[in-house]
């Protein structure tokens, strides 16, 4: 191999026999391409101007490292950028710095949770973290967690349990309660479980959005009569929509005295449980059977970063457990892939480790609080003679012009979507109960003050006469 050649070559895997200087190197050029994309952002847009990324395929030889830097520097700048300061469209804020770091460890460890033998101290962090953030939740020390690989996942873990504990895992009457506000991944879940759309209970929500008691009360009773068997009750705490938490006591309560699972699909707000916040200090999340937390979604943990906490362990255990035939399985042994749906997985655990210890319980504080006075000053400014707003206690809020009928109003959100796309905001327009809407998330750390006080002004003036 001629000289020149060989200085761009890496080995295929990192070396065992010299200083790696050359994956040093790879490394160093990789983190500079991404940090000046960081750097730079202000100059770039929510979503990139420049549309021509072309994905190069495979071939024969390979491509020298020359090569893979362009297509990572490609790859990079056609990227949607969640640090730009108008990213307020969706619940994916800008990477948490440490957190970067924890990917890349995860991948140079490439170790697997399935198996302790195979994520020997991983393995352990995975669960001491879930022990804590359980703890913090108020539960006893039955109780532990899992991750996966998103709220998805971790919902449909929660529900796989909650089903296979009732003893209700084969039985076609076998139902779920949520709201008509709740996230679609349970419709997901049900199609994966088996279950039909008319045994995913639908319970109507009140003018904040939050699920409404007495309707629930007579759905219980409705679905009674009509011999289906509720093996779990799903509360949201913070809907993607507009972040309104479901009535935790009232339904907890009711769970309670029918033995039915509560979870609480806490994948936006669940996070303020590890926080000093005063946000969900009145509700007794630790009378829930489990819950879900995305610390990918309000603390910027890269993604994914998603957690099950359930009230006993044992549970999970009882529920997934097959017996590993090719591991070493006994008691003592902490295989992790036998706590949840998923085999192999990463060391995800790492990046919400470092960035929980990074942060300290007063780090967390800050970015949640901030996050909501965020959202607290937009919805102080924006004219509530023109606008119509619709927000819970968190950092989502979601709006229509005032006495627009429905066509002009779908209309109106659509070119007011993309005219602030053009000046570099993107928000989203969300369908809600028959009408889009417009809905800002205001978790984006880069966003200033002077950024909402623009868009505000420039919304307000979008309805002048
Ligand atoms: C985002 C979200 C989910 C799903 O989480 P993913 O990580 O996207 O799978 C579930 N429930 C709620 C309320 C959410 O906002």
Not at 169 to 184: G, K, L, R, T, Y
Not at 215 to 242: P, V, W, Y
Request: glycine residues 6%; hydrophobic residues 35%.
């Amino acid at each position: 191999m001629d000289n020149d050649l060989k200085k761009n070559k890496i080995d295929y895997f990192p070396s065992i026999s010299s200083d790696n200087k050359e994956l040093f190197s790879l490394l160093n050029r990789t983190s500079k391409i991404l940090c000046e994309w960081f750097s730079e952002t202000k100059s770039l847009s929510p979503l990139p101007s420049n549309k021509d990324f072309k994905c190069s395929i495979p071939n024969e030889s390979g491509c020298d490292i020359k090569l893979l830097l362009e297509d990572i520097h490609n790859l990079i700048y056609c990227s949607f950028n969640p640090s730009h300061p108008g990213s307020l469209a969706h619940l994916d804020p800008p990477p948490l710095a440490i957190s970067i770091v924890g990917d890349l460890i995860s991948g140079g460890l490439n170790n697997n949770l399935l198996a302790e033998e195979l994520s020997p101290c991983i393995s352990i962090v995975e669960k001491e973290i879930c022990n804590w953030i359980a703890n913090q939740i108020g539960f006893n020390n039955l109780s532990g967690g899992i991750a996966a690989s998103g709220g998805t996942l971790n919902n449909l873990n929660a529900l796989v349990t909650a089903r296979f504990i009732s003893g209700l895992e084969s039985d076609p009457n076998a139902c779920f309660v949520i709201s008509e506000d709740a996230h679609s991944s349970f419709k997901k879940c049900a199609r994966i479980l088996g279950i039909k759309q008319e045994n995913i209970i639908l319970v109507k929500t009140d003018n904040n959005g939050c699920m409404f008691i007495p309707s629930l009360i007579q759905e219980i009773d409705k679905a009674k009569n009509l011999g289906k068997k509720i093996f779990s009750i799903i509360a949201t705490l913070g809907t993607t929509i507009r972040g309104a938490i479901d009535p935790v006591n009232e339904i907890a309560q009711i769970c309670r005295e029918k033995n039915i699972w509560f979870h609480i699909d806490g994948s936006i707000g669940g996070i303020f449980s590890i926080s000093n916040n005063s946000l969900l200090e009145k509700l007794n999340i630790n009378v829930a059977n489990s819950i879900t937390i995305n610390p990918q979604k309000l603390l910027g943990i890269a993604k994914t970063s998603s957690l099950l906490l359930v009230s006993d362990i044992s549970n999970l255990k009882r529920t997934f457990y097959t017996g590993l035939p090719y591991v070493d399985s006994s008691n003592e042994i902490l295989n992790r892939g036998e706590l949840g749906i998923q085999g192999s997985r990463p060391s995800e655990i790492i990046k919400l480790w470092l960035g929980l210890r990074y942060l300290g319980t007063k780090g967390i504080d800050n970015i949640l609080e901030e996050t909501i006075s965020k959202k607290s000053f937009f919805e102080e400014i924006l004219d509530n003679n023109k606008f119509d707003t619709f927000t819970g206690p968190l950092h989502i809020i979601t709006f229509i012009p005032k006495n627009m009928n429905k066509e002009n109003s779908d209309q109106w959100t659509l070119k007011v979507k993309n005219s602030l796309l053009r000046n570099k905001i993107m928000i989203s327009r969300p369908f809600y109960k028959g009408r889009y809407l417009l809905r800002i998330v205001f978790g984006n750390y880069n966003t200033s003050e002077s950024d909402i006080r623009e868009m505000a002004d420039f919304l307000n003036k979008q309805l002048e006469k």
